[in-house]
């Protein structure tokens, strides 16, 4: 079992930043992947980000490519995402997901093949 507590949302204006941050624990894991999703209301989850715990290779949702970044620092079991120029329409709950097994490269955006979830954190983007 592994805990993930997402941290870092609020309210920004567009263009502006933020950083979420999502700390696990419980168990250590090194060959898994964890990845940020996001859900705004009355739409399903949608996947943002994901990476590697082992390789560092990442992946990204084509709507924040070039604008999010997704990193992780192993001593600290901790995956930040940086988000930078934020709009209007990445206004959601974002969540952060943990998969113990690795999960194929055409499956990191599945939201189901994440085993393992934060409670969630708000960003607001106001226009």
């Known amino acids: 079992q592994v805990q993930l507590v997402e941290s870092g949302g609020g309210l920004v204006q567009a263009g502006g930043s933020l950083r979420l941050s999502c700390a696990a624990s419980?168990?250590?894991?090194?060959?898994?992947?964890m990845g940020w999703f996001r859900q705004a209301p009355g739409k399903e989850r949608e996947f943002v980000t994901a990476?590697?715990?082992?390789?560092?290779?990442?992946y990204y949702a084509d709507s924040v490519k070039g604008r999010f970044t997704i990193s992780r620092d192993n001593a600290k079991n901790t995956v930040y995402l940086q988000m930078n120029s934020l709009k209007s329409e990445d206004t959601a709950v974002y969540y952060c997901?943990?998969?113990?097994?690795?999960?194929?490269?055409?499956?990191?955006?599945?939201?189901?093949?994440?085993?393992?979830w934060g409670q969630g954190t708000q960003v607001t983007v106001s226009s």
């Open positions: 990476i590697s715990w082992s390789t560092g290779r990442t």
């Open positions: 419980g168990r250590t894991f090194s060959s898994s992947v």
């Open positions: 997901g943990a998969s113990l097994d690795p999960i194929s490269i055409i499956r990191v955006g599945v939201a189901r093949e994440y085993d393992n």
